[in-house]
């Protein structure tokens, strides 16, 4: 199977009662298909991953993967502190049958670069599936370095990364250190990302514009058409850099409520958004003129 294009980190949506809402779960997943999404990614960071108790996550995994019923990859974060949690969590992707795992390194141990070498190691010999590293230095603590993904995708089952930084040219300098042993994927900069050669964009913003986050990498792909591409990107900044920031659970999910998805609050420590940025997420949404158009 071939990974490529723009995947969705998706929400986790909760009903009135705080519980995971399995309904609404399975008609968003839907909608990012029918949308042109190209893949999905629940259990993610904007999935509140750590919010989630064990038997939450499993309900998360089998919904999404059931529901996508092989229409795209599904990829699974099995992302914990512990390695043996990850291998557990991966083991458990690969059983209910996801096509991958993503997997953020241990973010509170600070591990060295030889800790974390093993670490993903481990995890790989556990299993039998695609590993997408996951590099968010901001959350994680650790930063994987071009150099040590180099050294990383040496390991059999590592094979994609999620490269979320402000500077592109470590899709660059991945690209010329791992060769086709590593795809890369764009993580806050998508658009900046396919210039640089990345084949994917796992994004936050295509939880509410799934059409438009994947048409930018279509347009993008054999550089098609770059003008237009960047034009739907200049028009959907606004929105990208809203979900970007510190408030990017709150602020998507408050962004699927006005376009008619409803899919609850997060989980504390997060709180809903203030007055102020709420009345942002409407107007940006009407804006955009985005709306949930599922059934």
Known sequence: MEFRGTYTVMITPFDGRGRVDVAALRRFTDWQIAQGIRGLIPLGSTGEFLSLTDDERALVA???????????????????????????????????????????????????????????????????????????????????????????????????????????????????????????????????????????????ASNVAPGAMSRIFELCDGFRDIGAAREIYRRHVPLIRFVGGGGYVAGTKALLKHMGLDVGMPRPPRLPLPPAQDAQALEIVRDLDLRFTGA
């Open 62 to 204: 089998e919904t999404v993967i059931g529901q996508a019923g092989g229409r795209v990859p599904v990829f699974i974060g099995t992302g914990a502190e512990n390695t043996d949690d990850v291998i557990r969590y991966s083991r458990q992707a690969e059983a209910l049958g996801a096509d991958g795992v993503m997997i953020i390194p241990p973010f509170y141990s600070t591990p060295t670069d030889d800790e974390l070498f093993v670490h993903y190691r481990r995890v790989s010999d556990a299993i039998g599936l695609p590993i997408m590293l996951y590099n968010n230095p901001a959350t994680a603590n650790v930063d994987l370095l071009p150099e040590l993904v180099a050294r990383l995708s040496a390991i059999e089952n590592c094979r994609l990364i999620k490269e979320s930084t402000m500077d592109v040219t470590r899709v660059r300098d991945i690209i010329r250190l791992c060769g086709d042993r590593m795809a890369v994927f764009g993580g806050i900069m998508g658009f900046e990302s396919f210039l640089e050669g990345a084949v994917g964009w796992v994004a936050v």
